[in-house]
């Protein structure tokens, strides 16, 4: 058990990579909150039919970063705010991302989800679909019970765009004549949506003007573009035992990532024969992987995402920078930097 | 195309059943309502990601018999509500129920849907996960729009109490020791839920007190409970032709509805062995559906399905028979006699 939910533990020692980075710290800094959420998480996902605490309980052992929680506590306490209603809303977010990656799991057939099995390999799509579908209603809740129409009109939104950057992510899969800007609206979608919201709806529980929650929203849209941009980077390039992520699951699945279309502009005929044969029409054998590995380095495709990941960092600390100085708010720009030095 | 969205047409003719029942009045009465309603719907089901209307429009020709949306314009018009948010909530609600249709494509592999190949045949599992939470989302986004937190509360805990239901009755689909009270808590969910949602918000809309909203979401409950045993009654008795739905669907699936717990209770030692090879272990021959409709006929499991159906229609007419007299009101009960009816 290495989650964060894990009762008494230290809110952040539990993550897979300990080193004293900037989201561990922010965990440190925000601890009782962070406690606080994980106990609301827990009581929320409860039901009498068992199969739901079931699956709530094997994500919860699968732990995860708990990081768009942390950008909402974070938020809301940058803005001073000193109440509980955070403390339910990064239930709610992390509700709303747990549901996500349910319906993930049966979308992408991806055996490892968080370095453990994914929970629809272990209770099937149908326990994935629908449970998912609960945290969604659970989430939802939540925000009622919150009673901001603001809130719900925010994350809502999210909702909607995470299943329109998905559904687009379904339909250019399989197609390399996807652009960057294309690319960008999928990621938008199914990653920056929840990061943005999850920042301004700190701001809107502390009362402050659209102004300061823009800014929020900014930041954490940006952010969440850099963590997609070197996810995928990472997806080419991680140690699998140290991320817990199976390398090269974007490149079986065929999905369109910024480091294929980065190899593909830069490719000659021959590599782009390979790209077509192995992302359009799925057609791989088992050494194509080591071979996408060496046209992603030839063509400097990894340091490319990275630098693109690098631009999206600098525009989510200019966000954060018109907001007033403060330690958390450095901390916030750190994790912006740490987004993108993870991959090293 | 013979569904209600068919703009211009007369919103009562195109169901698949035409002749003169309670339903088809109602949505006669309630016609401008309905065609308003068809437009929000179709409207709001707009995205730039092309799939979504696409697989959308699938929905929109299979038709369907907008029962939900009618339940809610019907109880707010019978609270004499004369404003424009009762369409919109109309609207959502159906959208709550199509996604949960396109949920149910994929867990239930079903290969007919209102008579058309369903979504997931024609799309694929990942657009109908997708789709239908793009739906809920956008359901929830009308909600908020709406603004009332009593209608937002309502829909939610019955979004929640849908998926525990669905949740429920994958845990008990091949358990033949699931007992009545068990099976009844599987419908409540997955059908009596939205029903008495769906007719609870047309009394908030209208803004009556928590005794009439209680006596509308009564009557839509036990009207739920009642076509969802007819249902069932009519899986092992329809014609296929005529209702648009495969006999023996819920056999295939293992699934334990009424009909079956009712045989399997009456049934003789090779009777329960039947049943439990063809259900619990899933094992089925070419002539075990006719195996099963004979056990069932003996048994007159079909009679007691449509008895205990009969029980919950008296329930709903009871519950609105606490409302003032009208001419809406005298529909709605019929309309409670015609879910029973129509299995003849």
């Not at 941009?229 to 997806?235: G, K, P, T």
Request: charged fraction near 25%.
């Amino acid at each position: 058990m290495d989650g964060l939910l894990t009762s008494g533990q230290d809110a952040g020692t539990a993550r897979t990579r300990p080193e004293e980075d900037a989201l561990h710290r922010l965990a440190v800094v925000l601890q009782d909150d962070l406690t606080e959420t994980n106990r609301t998480i827990l009581a929320r996902m409860a039901s009498d039919v068992e199969l739901i605490p079931q699956l709530a309980a094997h994500l919860i052992a699968a732990g995860g970063k708990r990081l768009r929680p942390l950008l909402t506590l974070a938020a809301a306490r940058l803005c001073g705010y000193r109440g509980e209603r955070h403390i339910h809303l990064a239930a709610c977010v992390e509700f709303i991302h747990t549901a996500t990656l349910l319906h993930d799991d049966v979308v992408d057939e991806s055996g490892l989800r968080r370095g453990l099995a994914s929970a629809n390999a272990v209770f099937g799509n149908k326990a994935s679909v629908l449970v998912g579908d609960f945290l969604f209603a659970r989430a939802f809740e939540l925000m009622v019970e919150d009673g901001s129409l603001d809130v719900l009109r925010i994350l809502c939104n999210a909702s909607a765009t995470i299943a329109e950057g998905e559904v687009l992510q379904l339909t250019t899969q399989n197609d390399l004549s996807t652009d960057i800007p294309r690319y960008f609206k999928v990621i938008e979608g199914k990653t920056a949506a929840l990061f943005a919201a999850a920042c301004e709806v700190g701001g809107v529980v502390a009362d402050r003007d659209s102004a300061v929650c823009g800014a929020l929203a900014g930041y954490g849209a940006a952010l969440g573009m850099a963590f997609q941009l070197v996810d995928d980077a990472l997806d080419y390039a991680a140690d699998q035992n140290e991320l817990g992520k199976t390398v090269g699951d974007d490149f079986r699945e065929g999905k369109l990532t910024y480091p294929v279309l980065v190899a593909y502009a830069a490719g000659d005929g021959p590599e782009r024969a390979f790209w077509r044969r192995t992302i359009e029409d799925g057609e791989q054998t088992e050494t194509d992987l080591a071979t996408a590995l060496d046209l992603i380095r030839r063509h400097d495709a990894i340091g490319q995402t990275i630098r693109e990941a690098d631009a999206f960092a600098r525009k989510a600390k200019d966000a954060l920078a018109t907001l007033p100085d403060d330690p958390l708010r450095a901390l916030m720009m750190e994790a912006a930097d740490y987004a993108v030095s993870r991959h090293r």
